[in-house]
């Protein structure tokens, strides 16, 4: 099965500064999809960025980027020029093209500090 | 675009009592996917429509939750007895195609006391 870990329970950040949140994954598929969440308070679930494995370069949206480590089985997030509505719980996600679930880690609470 | 619609936003209920959520995906998003996301935890998948079939329920507990999803749109999500440990919020999401953006609705928090 499948299992994706985040080590980081909780990081701080300066705004403007750069912070960088860390996943790990788990699978024995060569096909699958990886994705960072974010959950701001109180509010839904929306999506940050995606990453197809069979791709080699990394994924950017604007002042979020991955490093995509395919044969580490690691991707994180990096974040620059942090504001304050960064501040939220970011979920790193899985999507096995074989087991055709989507799963989540236990998430990383983000907090953005003027 | 209308997004993921859930129903109602909060609900307290007792123990041993029914209660059922509501779901009411994207328009043509065939995947439909039910979490359970207890408090400062991630979301833990319940169960996973492609369409009106069922892809994955590992993680049901099928003696006391169940779902349906009628006609591959809406789907509700029940749960008869509830337990002190259902207290959670419930999120709905839905997505194009398997390995697609999944989009959330808001989610149904529950409260079992």
């Known amino acids: 099965a499948q299992t994706v870990t985040q080590s980081q329970p909780e990081m701080s950040v300066q705004e403007a500064e750069t912070v960088t949140l860390s996943c790990t994954y788990d699978?024995?598929?060569?096909?699958?999809?990886l994705f960072w969440y974010k959950q701001p308070p109180s509010r839904q679930m929306i999506l940050v960025i995606r990453q197809e494995a069979y791709k080699q370069q990394n994924a950017t949206e604007n002042r979020f980027s991955v490093n995509f480590q395919k044969a580490a089985k690691s991707f994180s997030l990096k974040i620059s020029d942090s504001q304050l509505g960064d501040t939220a719980m970011y979920f790193c996600?899985?999507?096995?093209?074989?087991?055709?679930?989507?799963?989540f880690g236990k998430g990383t609470k983000l907090t953005v500090n003027p | 675009e209308a997004g993921v619609a859930q129903s109602p936003r909060y609900k307290i209920i007792e123990k041993r009592q029914s209660v059922a959520f509501w779901c009411n995906p994207i328009s043509g998003h065939a995947t439909l996917y039910w979490y359970q996301q207890i408090l400062g935890q991630g979301p833990k998948l319940l169960i996973q429509f492609q369409n009106n079939g069922v892809v994955d329920d590992s993680q049901l507990p099928k003696d006391r939750f169940s779902a349906e999803r009628l006609k591959g749109v809406d789907s509700t999500l029940k749960i008869q007895p509830a337990k002190l440990e259902d207290s959670a919020v419930y999120l709905c999401?839905?997505?194009?195609?398997?390995?697609?953006?999944?989009?959330f609705g808001q989610g149904t928090r529950l409260t079992v006391v």
């Open positions: 996600a899985f999507y096995g093209g074989g087991s055709e679930k989507l799963v």
């Open positions: 999401a839905s997505s194009l195609q398997l390995n697609t953006e999944a989009f």
């Open positions: 699978t024995s598929e060569n096909n699958y999809y």
